[in-house]
């Protein structure tokens, strides 16, 4: 992973920048940084190197340095977009639902707060997506799992 951009855009903080930016621009560097709840320096950072690879473009008006995206900002911020859609589609959620399922069912009774505790949490992120079947689905499960550790 030698690329530039390749190591850049791996990495969380410099993907919730650019779409951050896309969200609010023209927005500055303190704005971005408490969006995607990070320091100011780090942003900065990242700032720099989305401008060096062309990628932003920064104008100073006054003492405040305005941040755009260039049109190849905007194209990479609409592709982190649809990657994020599809890595959050609701058909991979309910998949992990049945994964959760099948290990709450596996709990053998001398242990289960062992494998239940866990699950509980990942439970608690599905509860808190937009889709309501999943959502529904997440807790009667998390119900089921709590008649289970009251025992």
Known sequence: MKDPLQRLFLREKPSLAVLALSEMEPAYAA????????????TSSILGELEEQGLIISRPEGRVRFLVLTDR??????????????????DAMMQRLERLKELASSADGSKDYLILGPLRRDLAKLMTLEDPKLRQGAEELDRK?????SR
Do not use: M, N, W
Request: charged share 20%.
């Open 31 to 42: 704005q971005i940084a408490k969006h995607i709840d990070s320091t100011f320096p780090h």
């Open 73 to 90: 900002g905007r194209q990479v911020a609409g592709a982190l977009r649809e990657l994020s859609d599809l890595l959050h589609k609701p």
């Open 145 to 149: 799992i709590l008649a289970i550790l």
